[in-house]
């Protein structure tokens, strides 16, 4: 039976571990062929562990030579580009804005939301040649409501939100379609707890302020970007798509009492 990304192209970055990982495991039982990106050198251990058309790459996401080499790879390697994922990211220093250092914010949005947009740049002139495709953001439910001491990355990932919308216009008559999923708290990265345990224990703490009680999984993510990938998703377009457990539709201005999880898998880039 054919998967629901059958000999599709796919590019995944941050695709060493955490939600890259996740994506590129479902992505992989659904059909896909795969390049997986990372400067972790994990990429090439996930693909050795899934192959038949998987296979890694080096790309910093902030190098704009490296991306390119990266969409030309996915090209010469498969013949075409059908899917990206930009899901390469890290969350930087929470603090208060006042307390940031220039280097910080030129580091955090160089990957972030640079990345992003060089991602997007040469993946959709890839998929331009050959008559559409769909791209994956992964942005931030900090890029949709405020978090306390997150002024930096929450505003690169607000930035990733517009390229979204913005280029989903712009390419909305070329059979290109562009979304992006906001994660919330997630059990990935950041949780030194997540290094030894897949999910989270039963007597490890649920976040104050989700609705639905829980932490988010990789996979959470990976389902989502797997529906906006596919054709299933064919008339869907420009949306901010926020898989937070209730996040952002609960959010009431209880930013202050906020813990110092990012929603990025800090292990990728």
Known sequence: MAGRL???VCVITGAGSGMGKAMAELFH???????????????????????GDAIGVH??????????AMIAKAEDRFGRLDVLCNNAGFGGPMAPL???????????H???IRGAFLGMKYGITAMLKTGGGAIVNTTSASGVVGWKHHSVYGAAKAGVNQLTKTAALDYSDQNIRINAIAPGTMWTGLVEASQTHAEPPAEYP??????????GLAKDIANAALYLASDEAAYVTGVILPVD?????????????????????????
């Open 59 to 68: 790309c910093d996401v902030s190098n704009e030579a490296d991306v390119q």
């Open 245 to 269: 457990g209730g996040y952002c539709i609960g959010f009431s201005g209880m930013g202050a009492e906020r813990p110092g999880i990012a929603s990025v898998n800090t292990d990728g880039t």
């Open 29 to 51: 039982a659904q059909g896909a062929k795969l390049l997986l990106a990372d400067i972790s050198g994990k990429q090439d251990e996930v693909a050795a562990a899934l192959g």
């Open 98 to 108: 006042h307390t940031q250092t220039t280097e910080t914010w030129d580091k955090v």
């Open 206 to 215: 649920v976040l104050a302020g989700i609705p639905m009680g829980r932490w």
């Open 110 to 112: 160089a990957t972030n």
């Open 6 to 8: 059958q000999d599709k």
